[in-house]
Each structure stands twice: as structure tokens, then as C-alpha cells.
């Protein structure tokens, strides 16, 4: 059997007691048939524990509140200590490992539900590679692996025979993904927005059974020429704050209605929705953050709005250098699910499912950033991003219900993600402001200094210079045209969709 990881699986070492989160709270673990007639047929004091706290029928520990009730005090496995590790069922055993088999290939990746996977995950800077060699499951820390079902079995029938022929395409197209989400030449945004497109592109093929041009079709999405004649329609998505609010607002509300798993996630989710998407939150903590003054914010609608935009403006700017960060996140979500798509032909929904990932997880991650006053930290990151991954990855019915509404919900198209990924345009629009002063200045000096000085001009003329009557006329234009802009820009004119009105 030959198996595929990324290239850091081997770092990963469980650090047990010390552990911040113990993987077996809020987690009704389903016993292997072997494991359970294992425990019951054990003697003695522990013997009896184990069969006092076991549902037979369910095949499942009773908890103890929401705690394993072999976890003890210090956070060990009562189970291991008493009987060795190699007597622990299934699900302790691999966790936290996530395995997708195909054929005689078996994936194995360190789930981001568990911290310290988290932690070794986005601690690299360098792009995350994968390797393939041949094993065996004990080699790679696993045990008695089921082949892996799909979830996504509402698209088609028969989803759990292997589509060999597609799995071959879809294995060297998830290459090409990569290869845009690790493009570190383009914004993470626009490398989520690009495979997203192609993404869409490839989901009608396979709709069609056509499977010749798929390739075809992702690799020219890696073309420049290709990338620079997206930059037109991306264009029509950017600076629709009001929208792009609304639709955060929803995802989070949406998320809010899965199952809850941890209690941490709960917080983080309710902080994040009360500081992003409610006025008076966010204008207390852009005020303590100092990025809005106190008299700046009256205007209710349109500056809660412009405040949207500058909290995301900021946090970006402050966090571009951990930007891989988010490109290893959606790296990771891909190499997970994505070749699922084998399996029940629904590649949109994975690819979905990594940009929504990514959308959620940055919206978080602002909220923290904001609440602690313009500080995020690693820790911080991998707080938000394995409390995500917990609650999405960690319940098979979180995971369906997200599944089932990515594939199906109408708020969740194409129209909308790309939308919600869409630059805000705060920032350009002060630096345009700025552009604006200092050719508008300069545009005065011009103005007065009369013909001699303007005719030795070619800063707005592209080189060459002003054929001039007096004052420079494109430098007279533009100087009124920023100057009018910049006045109405301070004094807020954004309307009520979040829009400058200019
Ligand atoms: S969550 Fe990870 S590090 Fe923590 S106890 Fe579980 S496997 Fe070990």
C-alpha cells in the first residue's frame, strides 16, 4: 500500500497531559467491534470500570459530562495506562489522523481539530509539500482502517465505487490547485477566488462526463494572461461592503446552528458575530484599537459599514507577512476532501468548502484580533483555526449538514463566495486620497508658476511634455477632481450600501 502525506506528518507527537484540549472531550467515541469485546472480556477492578462504563448496545463509553470517563484528572487515558496503547480502539488510536482511501492508496493527514497538529501546521513558513511511500498502517501510526465513505452522497448514486479514470485527472489537477494557492505572487484572496472559477469550470465537465479538457481547463486558470483578464471581473465584486456584511453574517449564523462541540468554538463564534456584525461592538473596538476616532463615528448605517471595511483593511495589512498561514489552511482542506470528488463527482463542494473554510476562519480571526486590541498571535491563529476544524471536522453530522449547504444553498454560489472574498477598498481609497493631494498640489504649483514651468512638465503627460497655454489642463482637471474627491470622502459621503457615493 503506498501512502500520501504531507511532508511534516512524522513531527507530530501527542502531548498527552499538557494538552489544552483533550481530543476525547464532547466526543461520543464509536467502539470497533474487536476493541469493544476486548474491554468486556477483561477481569478484575478495571474490568469492571470498563464494562460500568460502556453501553454495549451503542457501542460507545458512557461520558462523564462531557468528558471520557477513562480521561482522568491529569488528562491521561486511564485505558492506556492500565492495559498499553496497542488496546486502545480505532478512533484513539488514529486520531488524529484523517484517512481517505483509494485503491491502494491511503492519505493520511494530522487533523487541524487537534492543537498540536494545528501548531505544526502553520509554524511553517515554506510551502506545504506531500510525499508518497510504500507502508503499512502500523508504519504511519495506524489501526484496522476502514475504507473511507464518502459524505457527500446526495449528488449521485453509487457514490462509493471509485471513478478510477476521473480519480487519475482529479489527482493531477489537485497539483495544479496547489500551485495557485501556493502562488505567493498573487493575494491570498485572489488565489482563493482563481480556484474557486476553475473550480466551477471543472464541475461542468464532469457534469457533461466530458473529462478530456479538464486539464486543459484548470492549467490556463495558472496562465498570467488568464489571471490578468480575471482582474476585470474580480473588479465588479470589490467594495460591496454592505453584501459582502450580509453574506459573512449569514455564513456565521449558519454555522452557529451546527451541533456544538466544544464550548470554545461557541465563544469564539459569538465574540465574532457580536464584533463584526454589530455596529456598537465594532465601533467600541475600533475606537480602544485607535483606527477610528471617537467624533469619527456617528453616522450609524454607512459608518458601520466603512468600519467593516477598515477592520478587514487593517487586519490584511497587519497580517500580510502570515499569509500563508490561510494558503496552508486551504491547502490543507484540499488535500483532505478534495479527491472525495472521486467518489460522488462533487469537486465544487470541496473547493467550496476550503474557501468558506478560509472566509470563516479570517472573519474570526479579525474579531480576536480587534477584541485584543490589534494583537493576533500565532497561538491565536491556531486557536481559531483548530476550534474551526473541530467543530467542522469532528462531527460526522457538522460535516454532512456543511456539506449538504455548500453544495445546495443558493447564498452559497459562486456569485456570492466571490463576493465575499472581494478586496474592500479602504485602503486604495486612502492611498488615492494621498496619490490625489500630492498631484493635486503639485497641480497648483503649476497653476501658479505660469507657462515657463508648465511646459517643462511630463509628469502627467506620460513623459512628454505639456504643450501648455498658461496652466497644464490635465493637471488642472485632476487637481479639481482630487481635491472635490478628497473633501467628500472626508466628510464621509458612503452611502447607505457602504459605497462612496463619488
Ligand atoms: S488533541 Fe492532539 S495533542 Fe491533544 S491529546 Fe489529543 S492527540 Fe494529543
Known amino acids: 500500500m503506498n501512502y500520501r502525506t504531507a511532508s511534516f506528518y512524522r513531527e507530530f507527537q501527542c502531548i498527552g497531559g499538557v494538552c489544552e484540549d483533550s481530543c476525547c472531550e464532547n466526543w461520543e467515541i464509536d467502539l470497533d ?19 460500568d462504563n460502556t453501553r454495549v448496545k451503542e457501542k460507545q463509553f458512557i461520558l462523564n459530562g462531557t468528558r471520557c470517563p477513562f480521561l482522568n484528572q491529569e488528562n491521561l487515558c486511564d485505558i492506556y495506562i492500565e492495559m498499553g496503547e496497542e488496546n486502545l480502539c480505532e478512533t484513539c488510536t488514529n486520531f488524529p489522523r484523517h484517512i481517505e482511501e483509494f485503491d491502494n492508496l491511503k492519505e493520511v493527514s494530522l487533523t487541524m481539530s487537534c492543537p498540536e497538529a494545528s501548531r505544526i501546521m502553520l509554524a511553517k513558513k515554506e510551502k506545504m509539500t506531500f510525499e508518497c511511500m510504500e507502508g503499512t498502517d502500523e508504519e504511519y501510526g495506524l489501526k484496522h482502517i476502514l475504507p473511507v465513505k464518502s459524505f457527500a452522497f446526495w449528488k449521485k448514486q453509487h457514490v462509493n465505487k471509485l471513478d478510477k479514470p476521473l480519480f487519475d485527472i482529479l489527482f493531477a489537477l489537485r497539483e495544479q490547485i496547489y500551485a495557485i494557492l501556493q502562488n505567493r505572487n498573487m493575494p491570498i484572496g485572489r488565489r482563493a477566488a482563481v480556484i474557486l472559477l476553475g473550480a466551477g469550470e471543472v464541475q461542468k465537465l464532469i457534469d457533461q462526463n466530458d473529462y478530456s479538457q479538464i486539464m486543459e481547463k484548470m492549467v490556463s486558470y495558472k496562465d498570467p494572461e488568464k489571471i490578468d483578464s480575471l482582474n476585470t471581473l474580480f473588479e465588479k465584486y470589490e467594495n460591496r461592503v454592505a453584501e459582502k456584511e450580509a453574506w459573512m453574517k449569514q455564513i456565521l449564523n449558519m454555522y452557529e446552528g451546527l451541533e456544538t462541540i466544544k464550548e470554545e468554538w461557541t465563544t469564539i463564534l459569538h465574540e465574532g458575530m457580536s464584533i463584526m456584525h454589530s455596529g456598537e461592538d465594532m465601533k467600541t473596538m475600533l475606537i480602544a484599537s485607535g483606527l477610528v476616532k471617537e467624533e469619527e463615528s456617528g453616522e450609524e448605517i454607512s459608518s458601520f459599514l466603512r468600519n467593516y471595511a477598515i477592520a478587514y483593511q487593517e487586519f490584511q495589512h497587519y497580517y500580510q507577512e502570515k499569509e500563508y ?169 458612503v452611502d447607505k450600501q457602504g459605497m462612496c457615493d463619488i
Open 325 to 493: 498561514e490561510f494558503e496552508h489552511i486551504m491547502v490543507y482542506y484540499i488535500f483532505n476532501y478534495f479527491l472525495g470528488g472521486a467518489y460522488d463527482h462533487d469537486i465544487f463542494t470541496k473547493v467550496k468548502f476550503a474557501v468558506v473554510s478560509y472566509l470563516v476562519i479570517l472573519e474570526l480571526d479579525i474579531s480576536v484580533w480587534l477584541k485584543q486590541q490589534k494583537e493576533f498571535i500565532y497561538e491565536d491563529q491556531v486557536l481559531v483555526a483548530h476550534a474551526y476544524s473541530k467543530e467542522v471536522e469532528h462531527s460526522y453530522n457538522n460535516y454532512e449538514s456543511l456539506q449538504l449547504v455548500l453544495s445546495a444553498h443558493p447564498i452559497l454560489d459562486m456569485e456570492h463566495i466571490l463576493l465575499a472574498i472581494a478586496k474592500l477598498m479602504f485602503i486604495f481609497l486612502r492611498l488615492y486620497i494621498l496619490y490625489s493631494s500630492i498631484t493635486g498640489t503639485f497641480a497648483l504649483l503649476v497653476a501658479r508658476s505660469g507657462t515657463k514651468f508648465a511646459a517643462n512638465c511630463s509628469l502627467s503627460t506620460g513623459g512628454s511634455k505639456a504643450p501648455v497655454y498658461g496652466i497644464c489642463t490635465i493637471c488642472t482637471i485632476q487637481y479639481t477632481i482630487s481635491i472635490s474627491f478628497a473633501i467628500t470622502c472626508m466628510e464621509k459621503k
Open 33 to 51: 467491534e474487536a476493541s469493544l469485546k476486548n474491554y468486556m472480556k477483561q477481569e478484575g477492578e478495571f474490568g469492571k470500570r470498563l464494562k
